[in-house]
């Protein structure tokens, strides 16, 4: 005669969630102790395996550090516009080239293919392009228009990274935005157009409002993204000149590979990883309030 054993709902919990504790432990638990460590101590690349730690030396120095403050004032310009034409530029090919690519799913493909290329190859192969004195570009503009333009200078760096960023990335918004337009129910927007209501009525007052949680969060993704950007900008001007186009993830790499200063460049991605909580705490709590408040 067998017998059952019956496990609480408590135990099952345990045992499911048992392999992904592990795994935050092992793979993020123990790298983020070890930074935290490192961020307070004095340590070089021959003292890894035994820091001594001296307290909060190196996070007085990254606050002191101008070329931080210029680093993370360049990402959030840098995250902030890319996110707002990434996806205003996605919203708008979603939108009105629905019905188009209804009648030829083939062209999703092609929207894709920005997307299938690695940045560090895009900043790469725009670096070529652009290049004042051996890209194709600057040439026939100087050929054909008399204009000597520089898109890799001091002058227009930023806005060339911007470009490149959002001509490789904008594909990822529409296709979020295009799932969520064809989610749309049919039946609410044909009510509309029998009651009489024109397509820009719909678009501002039915369709945008049903997609604005995804914008939303393409808006979060984006900004992210471009916040701790560092293939293309590092391929294509690097930290620039006088650290004009340096990012925090560049700021970083720098002051640990370049400089040596291992416990400064681990106090800097400490600050930053704070910062960033604290930013997706705050989203977090206010989309949960309004949600509340929805209710």
Request: proline share 5%; aromatic share 16%.
């Amino acid at each position: 005669m067998t017998t059952k054993t019956h496990r609480s709902p408590v135990s099952e919990f345990r045992l499911l969630t048992m392999p992904l504790v592990v795994f935050l432990l092992v793979f993020l638990g123990f790298p983020a102790i070890v930074n935290l460590v490192y961020s307070v101590s004095s340590v070089s690349f021959e003292t890894l395996r035994s820091p001594e730690i001296t307290g909060f030396g190196n996070f007085a120095d990254v606050w002191r550090d101008g070329a931080f403050w210029r680093a993370t004032w360049f990402s959030f310009r840098f995250g902030l516009l890319t996110a707002i034409l990434e996806c205003a530029l996605g919203l708008f090919l979603a939108i009105f080239l629905a019905p188009l690519i209804e009648r030829r799913s083939w062209l999703m493909a092609i929207l894709m293919l920005p997307l299938m290329v690695a940045p560090a190859l895009v900043g790469l192969m725009y670096r070529l392009v652009l290049h004042e004195f051996a890209g194709p570009v600057p040439y026939y503009l100087w050929a054909w228009f008399g204009a000597s333009l520089s898109f890799l200078g001091p002058g227009s760096a930023f806005w060339t990274l911007v470009t490149v960023e959002t001509l490789q990335w904008t594909p990822f918004a529409f296709l979020l935005f295009y799932m969520a337009y064809q989610a749309i129910p049919r039946e609410i927007v044909e009510a509309s157009a029998m009651d009489g209501a024109r397509y820009r009525h719909r678009l501002w007052y039915i369709e945008l409002p049903l997609m604005m949680p995804t914008i939303a969060v393409a808006l979060l993704i984006r900004f992210i993204d471009g916040f701790r950007v560092f293939d293309n900008v590092y391929v294509l001007t690097g930290s620039g000149p006088g650290g004009s186009t340096a990012s925090l993830s560049i700021y970083i790499y720098e002051a640990f590979f370049k400089q040596g200063a291992i416990g400064k460049a681990v106090a800097a991605s400490v600050v930053l990883f704070i910062a960033s909580f604290v930013v997706l705490y705050g989203l977090n709590a206010i989309a949960a309030r309004r949600k509340g408040a929805a209710r």
